[in-house]
Structures are given as C-alpha cells and as structure tokens.
C-alpha cells in the first residue's frame, strides 16, 4: 500500500477499534509517543498509555460511526457522527501517520450546535 | 492534473479568493448549484448567487489562513486559522467538487472554546 492507503486504512480501523472498545488492536495502531489534543479545551494527552486510558475512562454511553474519510499521503480527516446517550453530535478528526504507519498525533474537534446570529435569514433555509 | 491534484488547487484557492475578497474569482471555482452547510446552526445557503452574497455580507473583519488541507480524490478537508476583529478560531471545512472541478458542497464547522469536563485531570496537560 502507498502512504494514502496506509493512512485511510488506520482513519477506518480507529474509529472501528474505539467503537469496538478493543484496547488491544486501538493500541497497535499508535506510536509509543503518540499526541491526543483538544484545541478546544487546549488539552494534550501524551503517550499511546495515557491515550489509551482517556478512551476507557471516557464516561458515557459512546458510539462512533464514519461520515467521511479524507486522506492525503500521511494525513487523514474524518467526519465522525458521535451518539452519547440519546444526544448525538459531529466530530471533526485529524489524524498524522508516522512513516512506520502508526497514528502519531490525533486533534479531535467537537463543534456544539449554537442558533444562528440574526441578519442572514434572506439567504439561508432551516434544515 | 488528477481529481487529488485539482481538488487540492481548488481548496487553496477557495480560501485565497475569500480572504482577498476576489468574488469573481471565487464564482468561477463554484457549481451552479453549490451548497453552503453549517450544520450546527441547520443552516444551508443553496446556489453560488445566494452564497456569494452571504460571504460579501459577513460581518467583521475576517480573515483566513490555511493550517492544513487534506484531498482525497473529489473531497478535501481544510483546517483554517479564523481571526474575525482580535477574536481567533479554528473552523473545519469540507469540500466536494465535481466532475469538472467545481466546487459543489461546502460544509463548515465551527467548533468554540469551551472548559474541560472535571475528572480527567490526571490524564492531560493543557496548552
């Protein structure tokens, strides 16, 4: 496989290795040094053991499930569709593969819904 | 130019011809019938006239840099660097283009600041 292929088969194998809660196959997938971070909160989990126990830790009845993959050389974006409990929300993921294809550094976005600011109705519709 | 190659073009161009406030340059990148998303707020502008005008009316002081592009045969991601006045925000944008080079949906996420859910404090550091 060239860098693309590696890079699009470890964004589908993540998201189904989480989904599947399956620690032992997510962790074959990472570098030993691997950076989890949240520019959001400006988070950064450092290091596939920590990575790890963030997952196991995370409180919630989570589901994962892949709208989109884009992937480029050693880069990928993914359009995750995410269920905790009965909410449901986006997630915007991009993720580095080293040359070893080993997922080196994961940013996770969680964009909220908000309601649109007033003055644009004349151009838009209500989906 | 392959589909990876102009969508990648297409991309970049995209966000240099907003940021220049080249309307007419950025037409000729857009389908008849491009679609503008903004799934958090369930906002969708339909149609190049109608999305121009959205991007002309904007309000502040905008500006966009690109920090990384991901292209991926017609589809690409962009992470972009949004400064509006002295106010900066990353936003996460997907593009699909058509058959002919065209950019035909526009999907953005603009994912805001927020604090830290308690409890995982032992597992990260913040930046």
Do not use: K
């Not at 997938?29 to 126990?53: H, I, K, M, N």
């Not at 963030?54 to 050389?73: M, T």
């Not at 449901?88 to 040359?99: H, K, M, P, Y």
């Not at 070893?100 to 151009?123: A, M, Q």
């Amino acid at each position: 496989m060239n860098d693309t292929a590696t890079t699009r088969q470890a964004a589908y194998d993540y998201v189904d290795h989480l989904e599947r809660r399956d620690w032992t196959a997510l962790a074959t997938l990472l570098a030993d040094d691997v950076s989890y971070e949240l520019p959001q909160t400006r988070e950064r989990v450092r290091g596939r053991e920590a990575f790890l126990r963030f997952n196991v830790e995370y409180p919630g009845d989570w589901h994962l499930r892949v709208r989109r993959v884009v992937a480029d050389g050693r880069s990928a974006a993914l359009l995750l569709d995410v269920q905790v409990g009965t909410e449901r929300q986006d997630a915007c993921v991009w993720l580095e593969v080293s040359d070893r294809g080993l997922i080196s550094r994961i940013v996770d976005y969680w964009p909220e819904p908000y309601e649109p600011p007033p003055g644009r109705e004349h151009l838009v519709e209500r989906c």
